[in-house]
């Protein structure tokens, strides 16, 4: 019995600790909230929105606003926590990762959960 169960125990361990690594047709790396990616060099989880001022769908703004997000970013020498703006690509080593798409848009009918928000994750540069 103790012998189909440690295999099991070592694949779901395993598991757990997963990067995702898949690419999106422009190159990014779409994650939610939570979920570490692999982007081409470093590995970056989301871990919470710090704004969304993003124009809603439904209306006409001045300014198309942003997103700002606070993310883990693992390189060779460890990981750090760092602030990545719609707006504004983040310096990583010699090359930057930038905040190629959020989805879902806003919209004037209400706020969006946490869980909804995807990610789209992009690294140029080095490594």
């Known amino acids: 019995m103790f012998k189909h169960s440690i295999p099991l125990a070592l694949t779901a361990a395993l598991l757990a600790g997963c990067v995702t690594t ?20 470093p590995r970056v989880t989301p871990l919470q929105v710090l704004e969304d001022s993003r124009c809603p769908m439904e209306a006409r703004c001045v300014w198309a606003g942003r997103l700002r997000l606070s993310v883990r970013v693992t390189t060779g020498p460890g990981s750090s926590v760092r602030e990545i703006a719609s707006d504004k690509p983040l310096q990583i080593a010699d090359g930057q990762l930038e905040l190629a798409g959020v989805m879902p848009p806003r919209s004037v009918r209400g706020p969006i959960k946490p869980g909804d928000y995807r990610f789209n994750l992009k690294f140029s540069g080095g490594f």
């Open 22 to 41: 898949r690419a999106n047709e422009d190159g990014s790396v779409t994650a939610r909230l939570g979920q570490t990616v692999n982007v081409g060099g």
